[in-house]
């Protein structure tokens, strides 16, 4: 399956995306974790994303759109792909369907988690991520580590994000209203949207996506 998982920042398109993509089999190829390894192995890419992303504002398209192409043409993307983060606005979304178009192949559906604003909000100011591998996701309150701190998958440290404060997090919203949503309608236009809400504990938002994707089928 092809997927694409939209919704605004903190509504759990990560924690969603690990999960399905082992149900799925399929790789998640999320772009904010792609900038964020660039930007932890220091290459020019991550220096410049960061500038970017510390603002809450999106990384230029040509750039954005080359990391995830490339992402895409790896071996273990042929047989599909979950893309979470990625189109994040309408040139991204044409973008996409022209790659795909070239490679003969369409999207299967297009996953929009809904969540109200004060939930994610909350769920942002208590993430808590690894340092070792940033698709390690934990909530202070929510989801907690065994050991404050400490990653129960790779026992790396936990940290807060650069961009989840407070003001950083009120402009990626406002980017998400302005830049992002309008791709909700653009994919609508392909009939290819499924809403689900995106809150409630995060196993039942699983078999939710799960259901809507097979309803889709
Ligand atoms: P990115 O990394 O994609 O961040 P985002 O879209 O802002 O989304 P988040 O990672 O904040 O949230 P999420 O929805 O994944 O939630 P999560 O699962 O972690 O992008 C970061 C930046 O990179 C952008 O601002 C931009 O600068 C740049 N960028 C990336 N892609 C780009 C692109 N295509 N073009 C240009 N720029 C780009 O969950 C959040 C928290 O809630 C966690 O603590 C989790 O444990 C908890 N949680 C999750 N589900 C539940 C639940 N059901 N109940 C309770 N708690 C939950
Ligand atoms: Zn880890």
């Not at 999106?58 to 750039?63: A, I, K, N, T």
């Not at 979304?93 to 109200?116: F, K, N, Q």
């Not at 961009?163 to 653009?186: A, C, F, G, K, M």
Request: glycine share 8%; aromatic share 4%; charged share 30%.
């Amino acid at each position: 399956m092809r997927i694409v998982l939209v919704g605004p920042p903190g509504a759990g398109k990560g924690t969603q995306a690990t999960r399905l993509a082992e149900k799925l089999r399929i790789p998640h190829i999320s772009t904010g974790d792609l900038f964020r390894a660039n930007i932890s192995r220091q290459t020019e890419l991550g220096k410049l994303a960061k500038s970017y992303m510390d603002a809450g504002n999106l990384v230029p398209d040509e750039v954005t759109i080359a990391m995830a192409k490339d992402r895409m043409e790896q071996p273990d993307a042929e047989g599909g792909f979950l893309l979470d983060g990625f189109p994040r606005n309408v040139s991204q979304a044409e973008a996409l369907d022209e790659l795909l178009e070239t490679e003969g192949i369409e999207l299967d559906a297009v996953l929009d988690l809904e969540a109200p604003e004060d939930e994610v909000v909350k769920r942002i100011a208590g993430r808590r991520i690894c340092r070792k591998d940033s698709s390690h996701v934990f909530h202070v309150t929510y989801s907690p580590s065994k050991q404050e701190g400490v990653c129960d998958v790779c026992g790396g440290e936990l940290y807060q994000r650069d961009d989840d404060s407070e003001e950083t997090v009120r402009t990626r919203l406002e980017v998400y209203h302005t830049q992002t949503e309008p791709i909700i309608d653009y994919y609508k236009a392909q009939g290819l949207v499924v809403t689900i809400a995106a809150t409630g504990p995060v196993d039942e938002v699983t078999g939710r996506a799960l259901e809507a994707l097979k309803r889709d089928k």
